[in-house]
């Protein structure tokens, strides 16, 4: 671009404005490519050059030119490299997501690009008396994969809770994947639990999880909601895990399933309810996550965290302790008793 072309647009434009949403825009098209190469198979594909012919037979292209088209937006944004005909995956984001460890993040990058995207438009409509979104059930699965970027932060609050406790009945409500369960089972090996979960898609992806982790024989995934816990939900426990579900529940229940659910607890049980919280502006992705919830049917708002003790103490739980699980975030794990 000439200079003078480019003086031209800075006197129309905010010159410290315009590049900055330059760079948000980039960002933007980055992670709508990488979701548009995840959905095709491109990125597979890819797993070794490949030339452009190989590459409409192989992801079985019927219009030519959109694959023309995203394999030039890769191209420009560097997460594609092409020399003499052969493509291949250049940035480390798309090598990345082409292995299975890092499904998570694959699913974040749906997330991002499908509900997310879905909460900002039509937001204004929403906003004044709209219907809210819906669909609620179709996320299951994938907020149940993103949820597994959070686990390493889990697994030393989750092992406090559990260590030096026997026997160990735990009930997870809203199990999601199964990936909870199997952190407590491998801190306590005595342990034994139920999952609950009320998408029946989730309750098989943790069955076949739990299988695969050889820990099967001693949980049980039954589908049924908090609400109304199922017969199969019997007997009580030492302790029961809410886990990022708290915003499945509308804030007037919430007492009251916390209650009932302090009522399934054993002498000496205790509660641990881990969620991201409303916070005075300080974390941007649970200040998403809220806009999210709050735009869905089926979802509520996130508790701040003086809301959620106080739900606690309401209903009937008289120590209530508070500890944020990542550094300068609003994600807190509260254990009750």
């Known amino acids: 671009m000439a200079r003078s072309t480019l003086l031209a647009l800075l006197r129309n434009q905010d010159p410290r404005a315009f590049l900055q949403i330059s760079r948000d825009w980039q960002g933007l098209l980055r992670l709508h490519f990488l979701h548009a190469a995840m959905e095709t198979g491109l990125l597979q594909a890819l797993g070794r050059p490949r030339r452009r012919g190989e590459l409409l037979e192989d992801l079985q292209v019927a219009r030519p030119e959109l694959l023309d088209g995203l394999l030039e937006l890769g191209v420009s944004l560097g997460e594609l490299a092409v020399k003499d005909g052969w493509y291949r995956t250049r940035g480390t984001r798309s090598r990345a997501l082409r292995k299975e460890r890092n499904d998570a993040l694959a699913a974040m990058?749906?997330?991002?690009?499908?509900y997310y995207s879905d909460t900002y438009r039509g937001f204004g409509r929403r906003l004044r008396g709209g219907e809210l979104d819906g669909g609620i059930d179709a996320i299951g699965p994938l907020v149940a994969r993103v949820s597994k970027i959070s686990e390493p932060y889990l697994e030393h609050f989750l092992q406090k809770a559990v260590r030096k406790k026997t026997p160990l009945r735990v009930l997870d409500v809203g199990c999601g994947s199964g990936l909870h369960l199997k952190t407590v089972l491998d801190e306590n090996p005595e342990a034994r639990?139920?999952?609950?979960?009320?998408?029946?898609?989730?309750?098989?992806?943790a069955r076949e999880n739990l299988e695969r982790c050889g820990v099967a024989d001693r949980?049980?995934?039954?589908?049924?909601?908090?609400?109304?816990?199922?017969e199969e939900v019997g007997g009580s426990f030492d302790l029961i895990l809410l886990l990022s579900v708290v915003?499945?529940?509308?804030?007037?229940?919430?007492?009251?399933v916390l209650s009932s659910l302090r009522g399934r607890m054993s002498p000496g049980g205790s509660l641990v309810v881990v969620t991201s919280c409303r916070g005075p502006g300080v974390d941007s992705f649970s200040a998403n996550l809220n806009?999210?919830?709050?735009?869905?049917?089926?979802?509520?708002?996130?508790?701040?965290?003086?809301?959620?003790?106080?739900?606690?103490?309401?209903?009937?739980?008289?120590?209530?302790?508070?500890?944020?699980?990542?550094?300068?975030?609003?994600?807190?794990?509260?254990?009750?008793?």
């Open 291 to 337: 806009l999210a919830t709050s735009s869905m049917e089926g979802l509520a708002p996130l508790p701040t965290p003086g809301e959620m003790e106080a739900q606690l103490r309401e209903a009937g739980y008289e120590s209530v302790t508070r500890t944020r699980l990542i550094p300068r975030t609003t994600y807190f794990g509260f254990l009750a008793s």
């Open 193 to 205: 639990g139920v999952g609950l979960e009320v998408d029946p898609k989730v309750v098989l992806q």
């Open 109 to 114: 990058v749906e997330a991002n690009v499908t």
């Open 219 to 230: 949980l049980l995934v039954v589908q049924g909601d908090a609400r109304d816990l199922p």
């Open 247 to 256: 915003y499945y529940f509308e804030v007037h229940e919430r007492v009251s």
